[in-house]
């Protein structure tokens, strides 16, 4: 088995990247929802912030780093303009907008996966800000606790639309 340079990039942006926010997420939901009086002192309350602000700043890092390779690697590759009588197939996105079968896999999936992916990042960045700015205080404030939860799952679903199209999207015109 052997893959190309390009293919390799978009195994690292979406399959390795990707993945890590993906496995973070779940531990960093727990984490932040696991932050109420009946389960936290003081003194754990410290240790527990602490420990969530390092696992979402370094989420929000990995992150940023998957939206920027994509754009501005893989991204690239996609939109790339055949020269003429070139194999289309080598071409993903003037491979896709070929056919009428197929144009739907850009017009739609590419458009929405170039947007949304990029509020992944600006969520859980914001999310970042709010645990690092209120830190004790969420477990005392469940309003502040509860709506930082919901940024962050919102988060995860823009990243999931965006792996989704990602990924049938390199299924149907991948990047050699």
Known sequence: MV?????????????????LFFIAFSGILVALWNLCPERVGVEESLKRVRQLGIAIWSTAIILWATVITGTYTVYIWYRAQPPAGADLAQFPRSYLLSSP????????????????????????TAVAYIITR???????????????????????????????????INKMAPIR
């Open 3 to 19: 893959i190309t340079w390009r293919e390799f990039w978009t195994v690292i942006h979406g399959m390795g990247l990707g993945s």
């Open 101 to 124: 079968d197929r144009a739907g896999w850009h017009t739609f999936g590419m458009e929405w996966k170039e947007h949304i992916a990029w509020l992944a990042p600006i969520l859980v």
């Open 134 to 168: 209120y830190g004790t205080k969420l477990v005392e404030e469940e309003k502040i606790r509860k709506a930082t939860a919901v940024i962050f799952s919102i988060a995860f679903f823009a990243s999931a639309v965006a792996v989704a199209f990602g990924a049938f």
